[in-house]
């Protein structure tokens, strides 16, 4: 305000100025027609009296020098107003422009909205079929309930194969311990049997030789036949049992074979019974997580499916004014489709195209006057940012220096000035709006 107030003080001693220079020029023309009256008389005096040398009138001289003052401190005042302001009509109200899109495909039922209708953050802007989102949610609660319930049936698994495992392990080192006293029993049958073969090789080489002392006997009738005959017969058994006892020893010894063999895969049984073990509980338990890893997998396609049902309600996320509308009943729109565009008019600033070399003394915090056209109305601010680049280096195609030939372009930057809040008439700014800002740099 006080640079208005001083702008307006120069402005008016400038009016006065003016009005002053026309009044000296009115009384220098009456200076003139007097003058030129008495240049009139005196022509014709001339013939009667002698020519006189002329002199300057005064007031001539002092309404000149008076001038010349008030032109110098005119120029002076207006040099010294206008370094304290940089302004460039290349400026405009800016503010963030939101596009509406649709989350989820689906048909248009409704809209709820118009173009310049003024929308808060969550009301409905339309809304989408909503059928094939329920029966989606439909099949993600079934699909959840029925991997509920196989880990539910498979949590037992676990259990039930520890106890499996264990009972395998028993019986494995049951069935060594039983294999080992089969071998220790073949082994003491084969002993025995050993022992028989021997009693039995003894008994018989008795036999051969009493046989062979009541041969010569018998020959000379010293010994009866009978008896003879009899110890003949009884070698003869002799020599049978011996071989019995030789046939049992051998079927003692496979026996024992056998047994050693059965004792092997015992101990073969036991050992995998007691490796097998834990990695039949870890596979339980694998599947078990497995059914809890689709437990979840279902949960989460049913959160999905419940937000795809809710993305049927297309909401507004700010306070704005629809700008434009696309969306229209019965209308077939995909994910990312714009429906809706909406402006923020809470939210506006400036957007000033200022020419490179105006920069030099422009810092951000510094005051601004803002005259916006379309309102026929000024507002206070303050430059905001000032830019990163300028606006060809951000364009679409940016110029390339290093080809062609080369003309030098003063270039212009775009400067951010946010408004001073707590005016009126910043609920009537839009966007677009044609805005001429004087910053004052000093």
């Given at each position: ?377 000024d507002f206070d601010g303050y430059v905001e940012s000032l830019p990163a680049a300028s606006g060809a280096i951000t364009s679409l195609l940016p110029p390339e220096n290093a080809t062609g030939n080369f003309v030098k372009v003063v270039q212009r930057l775009p400067v951010r000035i946010r408004f001073k809040p707590n005016q009126n008439g910043l609920d009537r700014l839009r966007p677009g709006m044609s805005v001429e800002p ?5």
């Amino acid at each position: 305000m006080a640079n208005d107030r001083m702008t307006y003080a120069s402005e008016h001693e400038i009016e006065e100025l003016r009005e002053e220079i026309r009044h000296l020029r009115e009384e220098q023309q009456k200076g003139r027609s007097e003058e030129k009256k008495e240049d009139d008389k005196k022509s014709e005096d001339k013939e009667q009296k002698p020519e006189e040398p002329k002199k300057p009138h005064p007031l001539r001289k002092i309404l000149l020098i008076i001038l010349i003052l008030v032109v110098v401190a005119a120029g002076i005042a207006y040099w010294l107003y206008s370094r304290q302001f940089e302004d460039t009509d290349d400026a405009q109200v800016d503010g963030h422009i939101n596009a509406i899109t649709a989350r989820v495909s689906g048909t248009i039922t409704g809209v709820y909205v118009e173009e310049n209708q003024f929308v808060k953050a969550g009301q409905v802007l339309a809304d989408l079929d909503p059928r094939d989102s329920q029966v989606a949610l439909a099949v993600a609660q079934s699909q959840l309930a029925q991997a509920q319930a196989q880990s539910q049936a498979q949590r037992p698994n676990v259990p039930v194969t520890e106890t499996n495992t264990r009972t395998a392990i028993a019986t494995a080192a049951g069935d060594v311990t039983n294999a080992e006293a089969a071998v220790a029993a073949a082994d003491h049958n084969y002993e025995a049997a050993l022992a028989k073969v021997s009693e039995s090789e003894a008994n018989s080489a008795k036999a051969q030789a009493d046989v062979e002392r009541y041969r010569p006997l018998a020959e000379k009738d010293e010994v009866p036949r009978e008896q003879f005959d009899q110890v003949v017969a009884n070698a003869k058994a002799l020599a049978a049992t011996v071989a019995a006892n030789q046939a049992t020893a051998k079927a003692a010894a496979r026996e024992a074979d056998q047994a050693r063999a059965q004792l092997s895969q015992a101990h073969q049984r036991a050992e995998e019974a007691s490796q097998n073990a834990p990695q039949q509980v870890e596979m339980q338990k694998a599947n078990v997580a497995v059914r809890q890893a689709a437990i979840q997998t279902a949960r989460a396609q049913l959160d999905q499916a419940r937000l795809n049902l809710s993305y049927l309600k297309i909401q507004s996320p700010v306070n704005g004014i629809v700008a434009k509308r696309s969306a229209e009943v019965g209308q077939h729109v995909e994910p990312g489709q714009q429906v809706v565009l909406i402006t923020q008019i809470d939210d506006l600033w400036v957007t000033a195209n200022f020419k490179e070399t105006q920069l030099r003394r422009m810092s951000p915090g510094q005051s601004v006057r803002l005259h916006v056209d379309a309102l026929k109305a000024d507002f206070d601010g303050y430059v905001e940012s000032l830019p990163a680049a300028s606006g060809a280096i951000t364009s679409l195609l940016p110029p390339e220096n290093a080809t062609g030939n080369f003309v030098k372009v003063v270039q212009r930057l775009p400067v951010r000035i946010r408004f001073k809040p707590n005016q009126n008439g910043l609920d009537r700014l839009r966007p677009g709006m044609s805005v001429e800002p004087k910053v004052r740099v000093e």
